[in-house]
């Protein structure tokens, strides 16, 4: 099953609301070199980089969590959005 780009950016959209939300930027690219997705998370000039290998993203397509970049994306939250204004609904 080969996986899109715009597939997985927006399979991770529909699975965390709070990329939404928060109105996160949100840019998804396969790495070669990594042979993984690469996602970007930017927020007022904030980022987070995080990877999902091959076998996450198509359990993400397939409707499951991907767990490592919930946690990523969770942390980036807790980090920069908690307690401050920066990510005002």
């Known amino acids: ?21 928060y109105n996160l930027d949100i ?3 396969f790495s070669e070199e990594k042979n993984s997705w690469v996602v970007t998370l930017v927020k007022d000039g904030e980022t987070l980089f995080t990877h999902i290998d091959k076998d996450d993203a198509k359990k993400c397509i397939e409707g499951e969590r991907c767990v490592h970049f919930g946690n990523q994306l969770m942390g980036f ?3 920069y959005c908690t307690g401050s204004s920066a990510c005002h609904t």
């Open 1 to 21: 099953m080969s996986i899109s780009s715009s597939q997985i950016r927006g399979k991770i959209i529909d699975l965390y609301p709070e990329i939404t939300k």
């Open 27 to 29: 840019v998804t690219e």
């Open 77 to 79: 939250i807790d980090a």
